[in-house]
């Protein structure tokens, strides 16, 4: 894990999560969240997560990001400008932060390095899916069934 | 020097509050729709920094409930989107502050 790669991917994220948060327009605040995702999925590279990283990509760049850009496009008619952040906001989310950072910096326990590790295959995840944890991954399918199901019904016409 | 697992913690808080800024300060339904997805996004960066520095485990459960939670993410943005749709219709508008019909 080098150093000058955890900077640049931490500078990225951050700038363009800020911007998701505060540009006025819906499509730029859009893009910035995707180019955030990036950034977040870049930080999962470079944990040795990669398969993590690349469900990451796929599924909030590939189909949460354009799922919110086609609501953008549906609802366009109001969907023109928000005003920039307000203070109480920021004020709120400011001290959220400074909160956490405190209880970060306050717990000895966490400030310790990378051990060495095996590297994660993805045969190693396919099995632990498929024994360990092959219940959650069946409540899963049945919940991202029902989910869609429920999201068609929901923006389905109504018949009078 | 690598960095520890404290400023990825930092990193990742500094991501929630983000994402907090926008649910807090934004008017518009699709805006906080956005915040939320990136305080989610935050919390899998904690699973994954906390199982990397972690002593491994067999099977590797930080990667597991970082997976099922982005599959839950998933699925919360398409129910949210659909609901931002439907109120649209109804409304004509997404505007939060105008959605005040349940109010006392």
């Keep these: 894990m080098s150093s000058v790669a955890f900077v640049l991917i931490a500078i990225l994220t951050l700038a363009a999560a800020l911007a998701a948060a505060t540009l006025q327009k819906l499509m730029h605040a859009t893009l910035s969240f995707a180019v955030a995702l990036v950034g977040v999925a870049a930080f999962f590279f470079l944990l040795g997560a990669e398969f993590v990283g690349l469900v990451l990509v796929f599924v909030y760049i590939g189909a949460v990001a354009v799922l919110i850009v086609f609501t953008i496009l549906l609802t366009r008619r109001d969907a023109r400008k928000d005003h920039g952040a307000n203070w109480g906001g920021a004020l709120l989310a400011v001290a959220v ?48 069934t029902a989910a869609l199901i429920g999201a068609l019904v929901l923006v389905m016409e109504e018949k009078r | 020097m690598t960095p520890t697992l404290q400023v990825f913690l930092i990193v990742s808080a500094a991501l929630f509050s983000a994402g907090l800024l926008a649910v807090l300060s934004r008017r518009h339904a699709i805006f906080i729709l956005i915040g939320i997805e990136m305080m989610l996004a935050a919390a899998n960066l904690n699973f994954i920094a906390f199982w990397r520095f972690s002593p491994q485990s067999q099977p590797p459960t930080g990667v597991m409930i970082a997976i099922f939670s982005i599959a839950i993410a998933a699925a919360e943005a398409a129910v949210g989107l659909a609901l931002v749709i ?19």
Excluded at chain 1, 100 to 129: D, M, N, Q, Y
């Design chain 1, 97 to 144: 932060f400074g909160g956490l950072a405190w209880a970060v910096f306050k717990t000895p326990s966490v400030a310790i390095g990378a051990p060495h590790i095996r590297a994660l295959t993805v045969k190693r995840i396919g099995e632990a899916l498929m024994t360990s944890y092959v219940w959650p991954l069946q409540c899963v399918g049945l919940l991202l």
């Design chain 2, 86 to 104: 439907a109120v649209y219709r109804h409304y004509r508008t997404t505007n939060v502050d105008h959605l005040d019909q349940l109010k006392g």
